[in-house]
């Protein structure tokens, strides 16, 4: 019998597995993408000590121990229903129905779309889009991009399409409206980017962004920072200055219309130009996977500073819904590290629910884990996910209390 069923096989599912089975429990994970792994089988960087993170390595890694401790796993599957019953759960997915006492939903994060006009044609595909095919499926994208939307995640990415041999022509950004919003705002974006210019190769912009601590410097500098040209990482021009208007083609990709625009993202008129390109990268960023948690009745918080909305959970990753748990981006937008380390978190939690935990201090000192991993994260997607954790930890003890 089936102790608890996980649904993502990412690095949150399959380190909360793993913790499940070293302590005796059945465990099956579920996953609808052909391969475990998540997120994980796309990633590729240069950390800042000059270390490579592989993740298809980790993920490789995670996997073999999973199996070796038993963990059945099965991919192809999607979950679509998960409902409480007197023994657990019932959930149902497209190979059959499951019951089980314990449910973890590691389901992660989307993308955010970003609509203009040409979005449809052939060539255009979201970043994550673009970072599965080169780095999963080692398929080519293309031999010239446009990246429309400049994000910590788009700019990570981009330099992986770089190391590929993709060239990666720029960087802008979309043209500010109702649903860019802030994406298409030079100074919302130059502030997120501060967080994560000790990445840059350049040495100057490291020590730059160091002292662009007040929004009055942050202003100064983003009214001179070159138009057109923008600024280099890597070699690619990221041009916070200009704006993708449309993406021009008749039956696929030939190139995108910008426009230069001034600090507050308004377009300046006659500044028009077309640049030739064979494939569109949109990238809008991340958000909560949570639709499975909603349907399992788990209540939630919007907060911006996660990411969106977030199903509430306590720092055991336990939801107001009795044998219901989260684990990674589903609660959150961060990295992969800090997803594992919620995994074993959550993987902890449930065994000591079970009565297998041989010693309480394993699920504290798990618990103390995240937030070192979090604190040392090379990439912080949010400014205030600290704050953000505060609110969800306070929110879900108000819950149980008014309960």
Known sequence: MTDVLI?????????????????????????EFPRPGGRLLGQLHEEPDGTWWNG????????????????????????YDAAKTKEGWSVSSS??????????????????????????LPGVMSIGGAQV???????????????????????????????????????????????????GNPEKVFQSMLRVAHLAPSTFMKLGS???????????????????????MWGIPIQLKAAALEIIGDKQVEGVKIVKINAKGAPIPGTEKVIPADFVCIAGGLYPLVELAAVAG???????????HVPLHNERMQTPVEGLYVAGNI????????????????????ADEFGKLPEKNLLSTAIETVEVV???????FHPCIAQGRATVKNMSAQHKSDA
């Open 331 to 350: 609660t959150g937008i961060e990295g992969a590290k800090v997803a594992a380390a919620q995994g074993t978190v959550a993987g902890l939690s449930i």
């Open 210 to 232: 160091k002292l662009l601590k007040s929004k009055t410097m942050q202003k100064l500098a983003l009214q001179f920072l070159p138009g057109i040209g923008g600024i280099r």
């Open 7 to 31: 649904v993502g096989a990412g690095p949150a599912g399959l380190s909360a597995g793993i913790a499940c089975a070293q302590h005796g429990l059945q465990v099956k994970i579920v996953d």
């Open 298 to 308: 788990c209540p939630f918080a919007y907060l911006p500073e996660l990411g969106g």
């Open 95 to 120: 190979h059959g129905n499951f019951e089980v006492p314990k449910l973890l939903l590691a389901t992660g994060a989307a993308e955010m779309a970003l609509p203009l006009p040409g979005w449809t």
């Open 133 to 183: 095919m080169t780095n999963v499926h080692r398929v080519r994208v293309g031999e010239r991009g446009i990246v429309v939307g400049v994000n910590i995640l788009s700019v990570a990415i981009a330099r992986e399409l770089q190391l590929s041999g993709i060239h990666v022509d720029r960087m802008v950004l979309p043209a500010q409206n109702p649903v860019t919003r802030d994406a």
């Open 374 to 380: 979090r604190q040392n994260a090379t990439i912080q």
């Open 56 to 79: 298809m390595e980790e993920a490789k890694r995670l996997l073999e121990q999973a199996e070796k401790l038993g963990v059945d796993i099965d991919c192809g599957v999607s979950v």
